[in-house]
């Protein structure tokens, strides 16, 4: 399938500080992609350079083939929905729904106003005085109303009861099935969001730590969990991304598949033996230990 996003050994430096550091990541067309890790990883900044709202430092990233930032006709196709998105202090909700078909060609009035009213958004009273899960609403309306070829959400759920989460995660695979486009997620709410992704990319530390398949995350990684004794022993020699013990008790998270001797040695020693859940990935990624600062992205893509 044809790229849409192309990342090329990008690095982004704020003074002293670096927020992406020498990344290269490649997004189809069409694809669901979960951006993934801890607070501070470097997401909002990837995101905001492909939606052309900065620049990198160094190496480069196209969408449809042209580097973004201040392109016309590369940045109507794109919409960003950010979690703290400002608006004029006088506007209202039927402010925003007016102005916003200026910024997106492929503007949809039926979905923003059914989402507008499932979402119960106000319609009378100032957007400076909303709920911060009234802000995300307007937010989800402008990204799923867009229909933009590219659309970034950067933590859309913020405020969000279970009812609205549900609602745009049925929504957005509605209209994607009618209208096909690229989105790229970050969430910290993974386990309800997890069934959208066909791809998975983990940054920490301004670096990708896991570049895959949606339905081939579960083979990265495995987890350990029994008596401490057992535990270290099945785990001896191997990589551990993550661990943590409470009396007499321990669990791992471990690079790599168990194969059939770690499995059966697990039972004879009563540890239970699992696939890492994408949650487990995402904390075990970002747990602050030399074995996740030291993987790089060919390991475990």
Known sequence: MTSTVDIHSMTRRFGRSTAIDDISL???GG????????????????????????RPTSGSVEVFGERPFENESILSKISFVRDNQRYPDNYRLHHVLRIAPDFAPEWSDDVAGELADEFRIP?????????????????????????????????????????????FHDTLLRDY???PRTVLLSTHLIEESEALFDRVVIVDRGRIRVDSDSEHTGQLAFTLSGPSDAIDRLSAKRTILHSRSV?????????????ADTSAEAVRLGARIAPATLPELVAAFGADTPETRDIKKGAVA
């Open 26 to 28: 490649t997004v189809a």
């Open 31 to 54: 694809s669901i992609c979960g951006l993934l890790g801890r607070n501070g990883a470097g997401k909002t900044t990837i995101m905001s350079i492909i939606a052309g709202q900065d």
């Open 123 to 167: 319609t009378q009273t100032p957007i400076k005085k909303f709920s911060r899960g009234q802000l995300s609403s307007v937010a989800i309306v402008l990204g799923l109303a867009s229909r933009a070829p590219v659309t970034l959400f950067d933590e859309p759920y913020l405020g969000l009861d279970v009812t609205a989460r549900v609602r």
């Open 177 to 179: 099935a009618i209208h």
């Open 247 to 259: 009396s007499g008790l321990k669990s791992v998270t471990i690079q790599g598949l168990a194969d």
